[in-house]
């Protein structure tokens, strides 16, 4: 990145891809939760890199989920962890021993924070340890992977989840209720972007065989799910295309990507994600009888949106807490699954296809395939 300002500003996005490394020692998170301990969901991280860390600190904040383990492939991060966090020995694992995980009764989910492509055999391998997965966006590198994803869990009775931190964020969940109140009267058209401009080029987000693509996957599932959530629609067929003014940096993948999203009610959404531009993270919905604007939308807050009434009065929270509270209360206390299974996943993963096979088409119409 350039400043501090554009690396505070692609942290914010939620998409950085430089690694955190604030972590110094610190003192463990102290309990501050009023909820015993046997009703609590104790969640382990695997792949302590940049995200990890804010889902961490995070989760410092929760009420019914409590971070008590780790997954790591870098021997140096343990004991800073343990420290900072309060990890015990015992609930240390790194990605050869993994297995034994289903070992421990101390450990109820596993969160993978992990590059894309590593999420389906991570994904698969904490299904067959037994417990519960949280899985990072985008899913997988394809509907295929999401789809075997989603059968292991299964088969081995755990839940799975997708870490669509926005929605359990107040502002997003008011858009979508006044959405389904009819509060916009009919949706006619959505409008969305999301990205930022990559600094690092030899991090793994540019390599194709780790990040799986480039923006489309990391960015551009912001705005296909945007798209979804304001259109309350599942889309049938998409066009895109793709600008690359950068060739050496995006040989590998995708740099910024314009992509049409159409409805089964006639309407098209007009999305794009970049990785090759700053300030990107706006979402438009224009309905019959009223209109919102969500800028900045995507990012880890504070979220902001006005309608054609005023603006959005929501409570600025943590993600991160309220994501991982949220499935805590899901898999404990038996409430609905939030909409973030892995079923969400696969839908975003359906249009990620459709979009990579219409740029291979030269933009062609694609029709998604269920
Ligand atoms: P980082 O590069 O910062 O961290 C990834 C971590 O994965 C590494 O630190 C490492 O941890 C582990 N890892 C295992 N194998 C590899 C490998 N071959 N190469 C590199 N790292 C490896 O990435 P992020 O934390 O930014 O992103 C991780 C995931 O989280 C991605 O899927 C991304 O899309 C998602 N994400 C989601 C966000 C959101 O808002 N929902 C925001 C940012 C990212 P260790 O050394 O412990 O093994």
């Known amino acids: 990145m350039n400043s501090r300002r554009d690396f505070l500003q ?59 383990g780790i997954v790591t492939g870098t021997p140096s991060k343990i004991p800073v962890w343990k420290q900072k966090y309060g990890i015990e020995d015992k609930n240390v694992y790194n990605y050869e021993n993994l297995h034994e995980i289903k070992n421990n009764p101390d450990i109820d989910l596993v969160y993978v924070i992990t590059p894309n492509s590593l999420h389906h055999k991570h994904v698969l391998q904490v299904a067959a340890a037994g417990k519960h997965v949280v899985c990072e966006k985008p899913v997988a590198d394809n509907a295929k992977q999401a789809r075997e994803m989603i ?3 299964e088969k081995a009775n755990v839940k799975f989840y997708i870490g669509y931190r926005l929605h359990f964020e107040p502002h997003t969940k008011e858009l979508v209720r006044m959405r389904e109140a009819g509060e916009f009267g009919k949706i006619m058209h959505v409008n969305n972007y999301a990205g930022f401009k990559i600094g690092d080029p030899t991090q793994w987000r540019l390599k194709k065989s780790l990040a799986g693509g480039g923006a489309m996957m990391d960015v551009g599932v912001y705005s296909t799910n945007g798209a979804r959530y304001c259109t309350g ?42 990785y090759n531009f700053n300030h990107v993270e706006m979402l438009r919905l224009m309905g019959e009888k009223g209109w919102a604007e969500m800028n900045p939308a995507f990012g880890y807050g504070p979220i902001r949106g006005t309608t054609h009434k005023a603006a959005i009065d929501q409570p600025d929270v943590n993600h991160q807490a309220y994501q991982m509270d949220g499935i805590a209360d899901a898999i404990l206390n038996g409430k609905p699954d939030p909409n973030v299974t892995g079923e969400e996943g696969l839908k975003d993963m359906l249009v990620i296809d459709a979009v990579y096979e219409s740029l291979r088409k030269n933009g062609a119409k694609v029709f998604i395939k269920k």
Request: aromatic residues 4%.
């Open 10 to 68: 692609k942290l914010s996005l939620g998409i950085g891809a430089a690694t955190l490394t604030d972590l110094t020692p610190g003192i463990a998170a102290p309990v501050t939760s009023n909820v015993p301990a046997d009703k609590q969901l104790r969640v382990a991280l695997m792949g302590l890199g940049g995200y990890a860390d804010i889902v961490a600190r995070g989760m410092k904040e929760c009420k019914t989920a409590r971070l008590v």
């Open 151 to 153: 059968a292991a869990c």
């Open 233 to 274: 629609e599942e889309p049938i067929w998409v066009t895109a295309q793709e600008s690359k003014t950068d060739p050496v940096k995006f040989k590998d993948v995708d740099e910024t990507v314009t992509f049409q999203l159409g409805f089964p009610s006639g309407i098209i959404a007009n999305c794009g994600c970049t």
